[in-house]
């Protein structure tokens, strides 16, 4: 049976979402795995048995710790759910019962009943309370809802190119940009800079494990959603 979690984004990543742009997501595992002497992968009580020889430094066994560890992302498991927590803002600072339970039903949207987002609009100041950060936005006011494809873990540093343009850093590698077209390198680029903007400086070069989520956003009547032009 599948099972849903929230999962918080910032303004820029709600619109890549919207847009199509990210369908993926790196967030830091923690505790961070422990690498023995001998290469040994440890993760908060995982360890790849010594039949499969699973070494963190050795490439070919990436599928091997992921059988052991990639069970235990937090996040969830193909299948599963996220629904979006993003800064928003609900006229008067609450919705009648009734309302809500509207929503939930199906019946109406947060959008319908005034619930506003601030990816929407970075400029607009709501005039009664302003916005509620992402943290404290319940269920029912959230409108984007994503169904996890694949979980694997990762070295932070490992991303590829196209990853990086999947993560919303940047359009498909090969679109055009202001001075020629997105490249693996520059995909990259804008990666490591988003990430570090989000994370804090020098957060690139200490290189965490992460867990790397793939997925794909879904509508409210749970089919694969369009991707906004």
Known sequence: MSKEKPILFKDDMVRAIL?????????????QPRIESNGWFHWDG????????AFATSS????????FVGSACPYGQPGDRLWVRETHHVPGGYLEAELIEEIRNGVSSPESLGVTYRADAPSLKPCDGGWTPSIHMP????RIT???IDVRVE???????EDSASEGATGPIGSPRAYGVVTKQFARDQFMRLWESINGPDSWQ???WVWVIEFERIDREGEHAIAVE
């Open 19 to 31: 847009e199509g742009r990210k369908t993926q997501t790196r967030r830091v595992m923690k505790p």
């Open 46 to 53: 995982h360890r790849p048995n010594s039949e499969y020889g």
């Open 60 to 67: 070919p066994e990436k599928e091997t710790i992921n059988l």
């Open 139 to 142: 269920r029912w006011a959230s």
């Open 146 to 148: 994503l169904e996890i």
């Open 155 to 161: 070295r932070l540093q490992d991303i590829s190119g």
């Open 206 to 208: 200490v290189n965490p």
